[in-house]
């Protein structure tokens, strides 16, 4: 079986000190995937492997069945425009644009006019609850706004994989699962596989399945247990 995002044995140090040490890890089309562990474990390395931020040492990046881990930095950049969404902790906005220009930069950005990649993004304003607040800046918006803009901004170009990395780490509790349950809720209807990084149980809890990391490698889990 082909899995539609996979990492074979990634080995990567910074320096002298390892943050892979011989990680696995494959999401099918559709899933959502949580990849848990404590701080420094090499969780967000991982996600960035996958992600072709960060090229591995060793090992293999498999995307839809090819290799990424080869490519150049424009053929990587093009794939983390073309099929990739992102959701980072702190939503990191543009300041500078408004919540609807940061929600259409991505269809900017694949050079969609900029009248149709608006209209592709207000309708996110009422599905994420933002009704009024797509010309407000982000400095002018709450914590739990910003990253719902964040949310609708990582998923406006239907991206194949979204890759969210502690993206309720800057919010309280409740606020966190109403983002949870919007980006689960979300990327089900556009059938997106989630590469979710938390070290939080109850946000692995929105899951299909869990992988610990530890170490610098990584175990998957399911229902039954421990994956081979």
């Given at each position: ?120 993004a207000r309708p996110w304003f009422a599905r994420l ?10 400095g002018e918006l709450s914590g739990g706004q910003a ?7 990582g998923l406006v170009a239907r991206p194949r994989v ?67």
């Amino acid at each position: 079986m082909t899995h539609l995002i996979e990492a074979r044995d990634i080995h990567l140090a910074f320096g002298e000190t390892p943050a892979l040490r011989g990680a696995s890890l494959a999401a099918d089309a559709g899933e959502v995937l949580a990849v848990m562990g404590p701080s420094g474990s090499g969780k967000s390395t991982l996600l960035h492997c996958l992600a072709g931020i960060l090229t591995p040492d060793a090992g293999e990046v498999r995307f839809d069945g090819e290799r990424i881990d080869t490519l150049g930095e424009a053929q990587r950049s093009a794939l983390r425009r073309d099929r990739f969404g992102f959701v980072f902790q702190f939503g990191q906005l543009v300041p500078e644009l408004t919540a609807e220009e940061n929600v259409a930069l991505p269809l900017l950005l694949n050079g969609t006019r900029r009248t149709a990649a608006l209209a592709e993004a207000r309708p996110w304003f009422a599905r994420l609850g933002l009704d009024g607040l797509e010309r407000r800046r982000s400095g002018e918006l709450s914590g739990g706004q910003a990253q719902r803009v964040a949310l609708a901004r990582g998923l406006v170009a239907r991206p194949r994989v979204l890759f969210a990395d502690e993206p309720t780490g800057a919010l309280d509790s409740l606020t966190g699962e109403q983002v949870m349950e919007l980006m689960v809720g979300a990327a089900r209807e556009q059938g997106t596989t989630v590469v979710l990084v938390t070290h939080e149980p109850r946000v692995a809890a929105y899951a299909d399945r869990e992988s610990v990391v530890r170490d610098g490698r990584a175990t998957s889990l399911s229902a039954e247990g421990v994956a081979p």
